[in-house]
């Protein structure tokens, strides 16, 4: 018997959904913690990252066991074949999710919430309609998220979180040719100046209006 390193494993599950060839985008560790953890809002991952076309996926590895209350990723089956929605709030600010309005029209009872053992990998395409609920849970759930695309997918805006195998080929063959999908796409702020986190920017808003207590307390 042979084993297979997890890593590999998850670059063929990739491969048998956008093609063989498979590039390496971005990778972080979403660390929820427990008693409190926050919650992700609802959002697309394709405007936070807009490539050519509309293939890239995220794999996220379970690291400790995720039960249903430790905040699991909830996604929306089917959603990825809808449109691209809006992630900018009524004042035009990015907020990195979706208006409360849209939330509304979700059909809550068609979400799938990813449990699993740890070493469980969720795979969700970039238009998908994801969130996860905040972790009250004693045990917190450290959710380690790489995105991949197909080769010939080219992101066209700066990557928030680069690295130094932003681009790999992990496998297959580069890509020739771009493939362009006709399909608009939502486009981010300019992340060249610095990116923080997900979960930071959407509370940015709960934090701009505490932000004046804050500053008042602290002096
Ligand atoms: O950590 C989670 O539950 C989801 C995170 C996520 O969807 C993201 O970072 O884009
Ligand atoms: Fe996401």
């Known amino acids: 018997m ?3 390193p ?3 494993w998850n670059h063929r599950a990739i491969a048998d959904l ?3 060839d498979v590039k390496f985008h971005q990778s972080k560790l979403n660390f929820k913690w427990s008693q409190g953890g926050d ?3 609802w959002h697309q991952d394709i405007s936070f990252w807009p490539h050519t076309n509309y293939s890239p996926c995220t794999a996220g590895t379970y690291v400790y066991d ?3 209350d430790q905040g699991p990723l909830g996604v929306l089956p089917g959603s990825h074949s809808g449109p691209v929605v809006n992630q900018y709030n009524d004042k035009d600010e990015w907020v990195g999710c979706l208006r409360p309005e849209d939330v509304a029209k979700i059909d809550m ?3 799938v919430y990813l449990e699993g053992p740890a070493g469980s990998v969720t795979i969700h395409n970039c238009r998908t309609l994801h969130h996860s609920k905040a972790n009250w ?3 917190p759930r450290p959710l380690l998220l790489n995105v991949y695309s197909a080769a010939d997918a080219m992101p066209y805006t700066y990557n928030p979180l680069p690295s130094k195998y932003f681009g790999a080929i992990v496998r297959g063959k580069p890509a020739r040719w771009a493939y362009h999908d006709p399909r608009p ?3 981010p702020p300019d992340w060249s100046g610095g990116y923080t986190s997900i979960f930071a920017l959407q509370q940015e808003e709960d934090w701009k209006k505490d932000r004046p207590k804050a500053v008042a307390a602290a002096m």
């Open 109 to 111: 009872s068609k979400v």
């Open 18 to 20: 956008v093609g063989p």
């Open 137 to 139: 849970s004693v045990i």
């Open 185 to 187: 796409c939502l486009l």
């Open 2 to 4: 042979t084993s297979i």
């Open 6 to 8: 997890r890593i590999t």
């Open 66 to 68: 995720c039960t249903a």
């Open 39 to 41: 919650e992700v809002k």
